[in-house]
């Protein structure tokens, strides 16, 4: 079965700076891969997703992952965090072929300070 | 195109009580899932359908928890009789293409 660790709990960065959220997964084959973002009260909204092809994938809000197999991680990265960037985030493993079940990870809330 | 539609957004009711949750897919969306979401928790995958059919129920609180999906569009979830620590955001989705994309979610409060 696959599995989702994300690693911090809480990030707090100032607006202005770079941002690096962690996700490692553990799946036995090639893993669809996913980054989602949650705003108090809302559903999940996608970011980016990976299925295949180049390992740096870009999202929407600026934000880009970078699937790296030998680590097992999907990081998700953004150059310049706004306020507006304050949400939980969630990283999520999908199964290939067949149908599809998809695992997500337990979240990293971010707090954006002026 | 619509989104995934969830009603009611809100329920409080109290423990022993039964409750429903209905979701309306994406048109064309072939897959449906129910999740559960406990606060400070990602989302846990609860069922899954394939048009009309269940593939994956293996989380589903069998004793408690019931969803259909009729004629593969419509679904409702419901508890009966619910307990205090079904309190949670239940979130409904629907897929095509291996991408997920999810309601606002229906916020239960178990007292």
């Known amino acids: 079965a696959q599995s989702v660790t994300q690693p911090d709990i809480h990030i707090t960065v100032s607006e202005g700076a770079s941002l690096e959220l962690r996700c490692n997964y553990s799946?036995?084959?090639?893993?669809?891969l996913f980054w989602y973002v949650q705003s108090p009260g809302q559903g999940l909204q996608l970011l980016l997703k990976?299925?295949?092809?180049?390992?740096l994938v870009q999202g929407i809000k600026g934000f880009e992952a970078e699937f790296k197999r030998s680590q097992s991680s999907f990081n998700l990265r953004k150059p310049s965090v706004h306020w507006s960037d304050a949400a939980e985030y969630f990283c999520?493993?999908?199964?290939?072929?067949?149908?599809?079940?998809?695992?997500f990870g337990t979240g990293t809330k971010l707090q954006v300070i002026p | 195109e619509a989104g995934v539609a969830q009603s009611p957004r809100y329920k409080i009711i109290e423990k022993r009580q039964s409750v429903a949750f209905w979701c309306n897919p994406i048109?064309?969306?072939?897959?449906l899932y129910w999740y559960q979401q406990i606060l400070g928790q990602g989302p846990k995958l609860l069922i899954q359908?394939?048009?009309?059919?269940?593939?994956?129920d293996s989380q589903l609180p069998k004793d408690r928890f019931s969803a259909e999906r009729l004629k593969g569009v419509d679904s409702t979830l419901k508890i009966q009789p619910a307990k205090l620590e079904d309190s949670a955001v239940y979130l409904c989705?629907?897929?095509?293409?291996?991408?997920?994309?999810f309601g606002p979610g229906t916020r239960l409060t178990v007292l």
């Open positions: 989705a629907s897929s095509r293409d291996y991408e997920q994309f």
């Open positions: 799946y036995g084959a090639t893993p669809y």
């Open positions: 990976y299925f295949s092809g180049d390992t």
């Open positions: 999520a493993v999908g199964t290939s072929g067949g149908y599809q079940k998809v695992t």
């Open positions: 048109s064309g969306h072939a897959t």
């Open positions: 359908f394939q048009n009309n059919g269940v593939v994956d």
